[in-house]
């Protein structure tokens, strides 16, 4: 991760992360004009020449027309910190000309452009995977179960094989999970936040290249996109963690994008580069789960070898 310094009169303050060093700007801690470095820079700059790199583009636009007589977004930061401001609808805060159109919650109706954009990379995509895997898992279960033993009796009773019964018993409860997930992803990543429960939870949603919300259409043909990255033997899920933008191969194909949560909105400061502690949890978690069922899998093997020895 990038660290900072600054210059404060004779005096170095840092190292700091890039996120601090937004919230010093947004307080009004540091100004354009505040000298600033980090690790292979020549020599210090004003911050002013480094905004694109420090994703300040909104909060820099803000503080000039703040110079120029505008309205300055720093006092409802500041506010916000001191507990003074006004309540959502209510008061001075309400009328800026920053604020949102709708919620501040992360969902959103249209795309916000200009601001800064963090693409989800391919672990925080990974560990979303694995919670909407287990939250699949238990109704798949329970539905193909239900359907497949209703079905299989009902071919027993008319006469039929019990091979036929079997296999036909199989495919549909198979159907019936590609069924729940069709539904599960399509209706999901298409909703107004654009986040299935396991993105929800690592904090980021799917849009359009440009940042607008998906379509339902789009949406349902993403997930069968996703087939297509499953049989590349799952290369076109490896393609997230090397494309510019973090895009998988069904990305590439529908114009999709996986992204932070407050990517697109109007507060794109409250993005994090980071993995978070839920991404890290889960990834423990699932990596403690396959490392037993290796083991639990190499234990069967010997047994089997040794039974048959």
Not at 95 to 124: H, I, L, M, N
Request: hydrophobic share 45%.
């Amino acid at each position: 991760m990038t660290e900072w310094y600054y210059a404060e009169g004779q005096q170095r303050q840092g190292p700091l992360p890039v996120a601090e060093i937004r919230q010093r700007f947004q307080r009004g801690q540091l100004t354009l004009d505040t000298l600033v470095w980090r690790e292979g820079m020549g020599q210090w700059a004003a911050l002013r020449q480094v905004v694109d790199e420090l994703g300040l583009q909104t909060l820099a636009d803000a503080s000039a027309s703040s110079a120029s007589g505008g309205f300055d977004l720093r006092r409802d930061y500041a506010a916000i910190d001191n507990g003074t401001a006004a309540l959502p609808g209510t008061g001075a805060i309400s009328s800026s000309p920053y604020a949102a159109p709708g919620t501040s919650s992360g969902a959103y109706s249209q795309a916000v452009q200009g601001g800064e954009v963090v693409y989800a990379g391919f672990w925080k995509r990974f560990a979303a995977y694995l919670i909407d895997y287990f939250v699949l898992l238990i109704p798949s279960w329970i539905i193909g179960a239900i359907l497949g033993v209703g079905i299989g009796a009902g071919l027993g009773a008319t006469g039929t094989a019990g091979t036929a019964a079997e296999v036909t018993a199989q495919i549909i409860s198979g159907l019936s999970g590609l069924v729940i997930a069709l539904l599960y992803y399509g209706f999901f990543h298409a909703s107004r936040g654009g986040a299935t429960l396991g993105k929800m939870a690592i904090g980021i949603k799917v849009v359009r290249g440009n940042g607008e919300r998906l379509t339902l259409g789009r949406s349902i043909g993403r997930y069968f996109a996703t087939i297509l990255s499953s049989l590349t033997l799952l290369i076109g899920y490896l393609m997230a963690a090397f494309t510019d933008r973090k895009q998988a191969l069904h990305d590439l194909i529908c114009d999709t994008v996986v992204v932070d949560r407050w990517a697109f909105t109007d507060q794109p400061q409250m993005q994090r580069h980071e993995l978070g502690t839920v991404t890290i949890v889960v990834l423990v978690i699932g990596g403690v789960l396959m490392l037993a069922g290796f083991a639990l899998m190499i234990f069967a093997i010997g047994m089997i070898a040794k039974m048959a020895g």
